[in-house]
């Protein structure tokens, strides 16, 4: 376990290092041009790019070993953080930071290219999960791994406030690289004992989709679960494209990232849980449990402008993610073959992704210009208005609390289906991942 210990330790650093910027370019252009819209769109870059390539990230996975892929991560993101600080130095357009800038958006898209690249260190972890921990330790891994990403939301919130009250983008910067190459440095010291057994790898060193796909459609249930966290994602792209903006109507940059550190604290708690406890015999009725309480906190959180109400829905929401995503994983981990989770675990990341760019592109403009207008003079503020409030932030609150309905509508039907018994029977048998054959190619 001890190996297993200092990749979580590196993903650490890794983590904190990708999510400190992309919180930071995400408040600073908030800051420079107080557009929801233009912190919609980098939302929707961020999904869009991970659907794209989450497929080619789990196919890079299985086909080398993981800790080079994980190093490889890191290298790629250092020299793209760099290249970032150089064209922001150059080009004083960057830091007019005005929407309609293309070398402000050639600049966001290149800075968020260095936090998407670390992605392929979130698909290997998991398969490291499988090739280091016992299984019947293995959703207690899943939950230190959970707390873990706590412990980056709990300190990136709170220096990605900072570093742009203090040095803007050019501080920023400036730390990702620094810490980039200490993690890249770090992980050259951590041996991981990876067989390669050569008839395990049936597919050719390609994208293989079609292989992926028979291999997901082939266990009873698990595509429906993968649609569901796609579900999940589409109504979580109205979290990622308006939170920021919500919680900076609310408050300042600093004490914006303060309440963030403080309630990513409930990412640590719950992970220390879940590695103390399990989730239980069926990891599959926990993600759905969790989730109907998930989205029935999002329809209530916002009801009046409160901190308090906020803080209270933040962690709580923070609390059950890892539930969640743990549950997912260890589901994942038992019934697909360790050859080809890689691929899996891509594929799940780009279709989940994939539901969220066209939320996040999409709600960020209907906010700004329907529901804003909607709930400052419109007939919403006159209907409702009285008792939920009037304003922009009142229009972006509305859509958190629409947002919250849909979702506990869904997870009830998701509870109803016989594609969740299938997928509770497959994890419970333990068969599936036996028995499941690679395709022929």
């Known amino acids: 376990m001890r190996p297993f210990h200092h990749l979580l330790i590196n993903n650490l650093v890794a983590n904190i290092t990708n999510f400190t910027v992309w919180f930071a370019i995400t408040f600073w252009i908030f800051l420079e041009t107080r557009s929801v819209f233009a912190t919609g769109m980098i939302a929707g870059i961020y999904l869009v790019l991970t659907g794209a390539l989450g497929i080619w990230f789990g196919s890079l996975v299985d086909h080398h070993r993981k800790r080079s892929m994980m190093?490889?991560?890191?290298?790629?993101?250092?020299?793209?953080?760099?290249?970032?600080?150089?064209?922001?130095?150059?080009?004083?357009?960057?830091?007019?930071?005005?929407?309609?800038?293309?070398?402000?958006?050639?600049?966001?898209?290149?800075?968020?290219?260095?936090?998407?690249?670390?992605?392929?260190?979130?698909?290997?972890?998991?398969?490291?999960?499988?090739?280091?921990?016992?299984?019947?330790?293995?959703?207690?891994?899943?939950?230190?791994?959970?707390?873990?990403?706590?412990?980056?939301?709990?300190?990136?919130?709170?220096?990605?406030?900072?570093?742009i009250a203090w040095g803007g983008m050019v501080a920023t910067l400036a730390f990702a690289i620094l810490l980039s190459l200490l993690a890249a440095l770090h992980l050259l010291f951590v041996p991981v004992d990876e067989p390669r057994d050569t008839g395990a790898h049936d597919a050719p060193r390609r994208i293989d989709l079609a292989g992926t796909f028979r291999i997901v459609t082939a266990i009873p249930g698990l595509f429906a679960l993968i649609l569901f966290a796609a579900f999940n994602n589409l109504l979580g792209g109205v979290f990622m494209a308006l939170m920021d903006a919500y919680g900076l109507s609310l408050m300042k940059v600093e004490q914006w990232g303060l309440l963030w550190a403080f309630v990513?604290?409930?990412?640590?708690?719950?992970?220390?849980?879940?590695?103390?406890?399990?989730?239980?015999?069926?990891?599959?009725?926990?993600?759905?449990?969790?989730?109907?309480?998930?989205?029935?906190?999002?329809?209530?959180?916002?009801?009046?402008?409160?901190?308090?109400?906020?803080?209270?829905?933040?962690?709580?929401?923070?609390?059950?993610?890892?539930?969640?995503?743990?549950?997912?994983?260890?589901?994942?981990?038992?019934?697909?073959?360790?050859?080809?989770?890689?691929?899996?675990?891509?594929?799940?990341?780009?279709?989940?992704?994939?539901?969220?760019?066209?939320?996040?592109?999409?709600?960020?403009?209907?906010?700004?210009?329907?529901?804003?207008?909607?709930?400052?003079?419109?007939?919403?503020?006159e209907m409702i208005g009285d008792w939920y409030g009037r304003g922009a932030e009142r229009g972006i609150a509305i859509v958190f609390t629409i947002t919250g309905v849909l979702g506990v509508l869904a997870t009830i039907a998701a509870f109803r289906s016989t594609s969740y018994r299938q997928i509770s029977g497959a994890y419970v048998t333990g068969n599936a991942a036996a028995t499941t054959t690679v395709p022929p190619q």
Request: glycine share 8%.
């Open 71 to 163: 190093l490889v991560s890191s290298l790629v993101s250092l020299a793209i953080y760099t290249a970032a600080l150089g064209a922001y130095a150059l080009d004083p357009t960057i830091a007019a930071a005005r929407v309609s800038s293309i070398t402000l958006w050639l600049f966001v898209l290149l800075t968020m290219l260095g936090v998407i690249v670390g992605n392929i260190r979130m698909i290997a972890l998991p398969t490291l999960v499988t090739l280091l921990v016992p299984e019947d330790r293995r959703d207690k891994a899943n939950g230190l791994v959970g707390m873990v990403s706590g412990i980056g939301f709990l300190t990136t919130s709170a220096i990605s406030g900072y570093l």
């Open 264 to 381: 990513s604290c409930a990412f640590i708690l719950s992970g220390a849980l879940i590695a103390r406890t399990g989730l239980g015999a069926n990891p599959v009725r926990t993600l759905l449990l969790v989730n109907l309480i998930v989205w029935a906190v999002a329809a209530l959180f916002t009801v009046q402008s409160s901190i308090i109400l906020l803080t209270v829905g933040c962690f709580i929401w923070l609390f059950l993610g890892p539930y969640a995503e743990a549950a997912e994983q260890t589901t994942l981990q038992k019934v697909v073959p360790f050859e080809r989770q890689g691929r899996v675990f891509g594929f799940a990341q780009s279709v989940e992704q994939a539901a969220s760019p066209l939320t996040a592109f999409l709600i960020a403009p209907l906010t700004q210009f329907i529901f804003v207008p909607l709930m400052t003079n419109g007939a919403g503020a």
